[in-house]
């Protein structure tokens, strides 16, 4: 029996995408009762019997232990702790993604050791190895704070509107490095980021000087709520460890610019022209991205699918809170359609733009607009 959840259908999750802070705190659920289960899972595998959601009991974490959890949580506990998860996030998806999303909870890890200021560098170059990001050659990333990003990239390009749900365990303190939000002062959009560190896209650090970070109330039993577009870090100071757990839900079709923003699709039924359709999606993105900006982006790759490439990059650049490379609009567009990051697209890749609708990867941005279309 699932247990009963205070906020189940009360709290309207959609409210996120419509916020200029593009983040939303739930305080009215009972999460908090489900933590002494978590930490017990997860010690059972460890083999420790002590409550680490306590600021002295999460100190005596060692970094190896702090790592092995991490494992924990991505292996042997993922059944057990989905079935955690589940009742406080699937009531909430039918009616923001519909019946017909595709998805697979999966909790993930978001673990900060300590360390002290002098052991990390202001400017550090990190650099990959395959596809997993490295901040030192020998120590673990989770000794090192998290560099300031907006999750669009970092999810494959796959859609505006994913949702990700982020669940703290231990004491919210300040020394711990905790998350931070960037505020937009206007217009919500992609801010000015780099690779030069390393990082594939990175806030530039003379942008972050000039926003306005402001730390979320994570208060254990607090769900936070947050989008593909909202700009994060954590704080440079980590005196005692942090462990929370996260799950991403990504949509796997435009549903939503019907459920959430009343935009019907009923005339997509009657059409039989693929053209019909993409041009009709388009006019729907069009009226919602005056609406809401997140859309310009499933509204640029309409056009780039409709063959309007120039129109694509065109939408892009408004998105972008700052003068974007032709290249990178580029690499963008493919990243849309190819489900990866921008910088893992090299140039002989960019010939598959000349016909995007034969090289479109399940699950892409590409794909979850045709599949909105079928």
């Not at 009963?4 to 983040?23: H, P, T």
Request: charged residues 25%; proline residues 4%.
């Amino acid at each position: 029996m699932l247990p009963e959840i205070k906020s189940a259908m009360v709290s309207n999750y959609s409210k996120v995408f419509l916020s200029k802070k593009q983040y939303l705190i739930d305080d009215k659920t009972n999460f908090k009762s489900e933590i002494p289960k978590i930490i017990s899972i997860i010690n059972n595998r460890l083999n420790i019997n002590h409550d680490w959601s306590s600021v002295r009991g999460a100190s005596s974490l060692t970094n190896n232990q702090l790592i092995k959890i991490q494992q924990i949580v991505s292996n042997e506990t993922q059944s057990e702790l989905v079935a955690i998860f589940s009742p406080y996030i699937e009531p909430h998806l039918k009616s923001i993604f519909g019946n017909r999303l595709e998805y697979n909870i999966r909790v993930s890890a978001q673990i900060k050791g300590s360390w002290t200021i002098k052991e990390i560098e202001k400017k550090r170059q990190g650099f990959f190895i395959g596809n997993i990001f490295h901040e030192h050659k020998k120590k673990n990333n989770i000794l090192f704070p998290t560099r300031a990003h907006q999750d669009l990239d970092n999810n494959g390009n796959r859609c505006s509107h994913t949702l990700i749900f982020y669940f703290q365990l231990t004491k919210f303190v300040e020394n711990s490095s905790v998350l931070e939000f960037g505020e937009f002062e206007e217009k919500v959009g992609i801010l000015p980021f780099s690779s030069e560190l390393g990082y594939p896209n990175e806030i530039l650090h003379s942008m972050q000087k000039e926003i306005n970070w402001i730390k979320p109330d994570l208060t254990p039993g607090n769900i936070l709520l947050m989008t593909a577009l909202t700009p994060h870090r954590s704080t440079q100071i980590s005196e005692i460890p942090r462990i929370a757990l996260n799950v991403k839900i990504q949509p796997t079709n435009l549903d939503y610019i019907n459920l959430i923003y009343g935009k019907p699709l009923d005339n997509l039924k009657k059409m039989k022209s693929l053209d019909y359709k993409l041009n009709f999606i388009i006019e729907l993105l069009t009226q919602l991205s005056g609406e809401n900006r997140l859309a310009l982006f499933e509204l640029a790759v309409a056009h780039l699918l409709s063959g309007n490439r120039e129109k694509a990059k065109q939408i892009l650049r408004e998105l972008c809170l700052f003068n974007i490379e032709e290249e990178i609009l580029e690499k963008w567009l493919l990243a849309s359609i190819s489900r990866k990051l921008i910088f893992s697209i090299n140039s002989k890749d960019l010939k598959k733009l000349s016909n995007p609708l034969e090289d479109i990867v399940k699950y892409s941005c590409g794909h979850n607009i045709l599949s909105t279309l079928n």
